[in-house]
């Protein structure tokens, strides 16, 4: 993405990922961040020596600009920017950047090549769009959270933010599409990506489950294990637990053969996988069973992988940084920061063979003011002079500045 101008005003981690992206693949992303405090996750944990592990990870490569949104000059420097960028990333609520004078169709009278991409919470044109979204918000609407947990339970909350994530790669999917049709037609588009859409788009059989039978199939939480494939889930093994997984036709003779029962895989009531899951609680047993009967679950593992049987233990957040296997394909990966000197970081979820990662850092808030505005936007320096005297521009010298003169 070499040549590419990013402006981005996104919070957080959804908007956030969809120009981390493209910053880790060679575009020139700007971050323009509201003043004074700038993009919320400058202060999310984990925190040491004032600089936040999850800014640093979701901004690595981004030039830093802080500007005063409520400011009508601050307003006109985003759509000056917004008239050069190739793309524009927001994550406002519908309706905010046309309030502010920065609409679609502002945006695209300004620059017809423009790609923006929006980030909400709930998407655009329904009766709820107006509220605000959060990565749960996505799964509480979904009915994810409500399958996820334990049978007859509550419901229960991701761990991760896999909804916020997975929309930063749906919206870097859209834009690298818009861009490529753009060499085609010479307009830019208007990308919309929403947690509510992509938590929905989670539901591999739910949906389609409850459509296609009429309503009579209502999904429910499973607990650990697989709802409709069986055997397929968490399995305990001493004090540790082995996700195990039988989904085609061989693959319950398999685990039958590695269990040393091969009878089982021939048993009529274990026939088929609609058998097998009315079947559940007592295959669990007797797998249970069986794995109990080794010293170390690594060793169960070891037995089902050479029988063919998916199967791997759970790993914990160390294991899963500190194994081989992910240090080997650089799944985690130790960056470089100007305060924590090194910090372990998610590997590229799309891979570009022959691609070299770039050496990218994560910016103090308004580091590259002067650097844009006389850069992008040709400004001299009397102009900057003025945008920092009357706080329109924010950086780490005017913040300074402002602090000592109140004191």
């Not at 938590?199 to 949906?207: G, K, L, W």
Request: with cysteine.
């Amino acid at each position: 993405m070499d040549g590419v101008l990013v402006v981005e005003m996104a919070r957080v981690l959804a908007g956030p990922t969809v120009a981390q992206l493209m910053a880790e693949y060679g575009a020139d992303v700007i971050k323009v961040e509201p003043a004074p405090d700038g993009d919320p996750a400058r202060n999310l944990p984990y925190v040491r020596d004032g600089r936040s592990g999850y800014f640093i990870q979701a901004n690595r490569g981004k030039r830093s600009v802080c500007v005063d949104f409520r400011a009508a000059e601050g307003r006109e420097l985003i759509l000056d920017l917004a008239r050069r960028a190739d793309v524009l990333v927001e994550s406002f609520r519908p309706g905010v950047l046309e309030e502010m004078g920065l609409g679609w169709d502002v945006l695209h009278g300004a620059n017809p090549r423009l790609v923006l991409c929006s980030v909400t919470g709930l998407g655009y044109g329904g009766p709820l769009s107006h509220k605000p979204g959060y990565d749960t918000i996505g799964a509480a609407m979904s009915g994810v959270a409500h399958v996820s947990g334990p049978v007859g339970g509550p419901p229960m909350l991701p761990g991760p933010a896999m909804g916020d994530a997975a929309t930063g790669v749906y919206g870097f999917g859209g834009v690298s599409a818009a861009l490529f049709q753009r060499e085609r037609t010479g307009e830019g588009r208007w990308v919309q990506v929403s947690l509510l859409d992509t938590y929905m788009a989670f539901h591999e059989i739910n949906i389609q489950a409850y459509s296609g039978s009429g309503g009579t199939q209502v999904p429910e939480p499973s607990g650990n294990y697989h709802a409709t494939v069986c055997p397929a889930g968490f399995f305990r093994c001493r004090d540790r637990y082995l996700f195990i997984a039988c989904v085609s036709p061989a693959d319950w003779p398999r685990l039958a053969g590695a269990m040393g029962r091969p009878e089982l895989g021939l048993d009529p009531r274990y026939a088929t996988n609609v058998d097998r899951s009315s079947r559940r609680p007592e295959l669990v047993g007797l797998i249970e069973d069986w794995l109990a009967t080794f010293e170390e679950p690594t060793e169960a593992v070891r037995v089902l992988n050479e029988h063919r049987v998916a199967a791997e233990l759970i790993h914990t957040v160390p294991e899963a940084v500190n194994h081989p296997h992910n240090v080997a394909r650089r799944v985690v990966r130790e960056v470089a920061d100007e305060v924590w000197g090194t910090v372990t970081v998610p590997g590229l979820p799309i891979r570009f063979a022959g691609h070299e990662e770039l050496d990218l850092r994560a910016h103090e808030l308004g580091a590259d003011n002067r650097t844009v505005l006389r850069e992008v936007l040709k400004l001299d320096d009397e102009r900057i002079a003025e945008l920092e005297n009357t706080q329109v521009m924010q950086g780490p010298d005017t913040r300074r500045q402002h602090t000592t003169k109140e004191h």
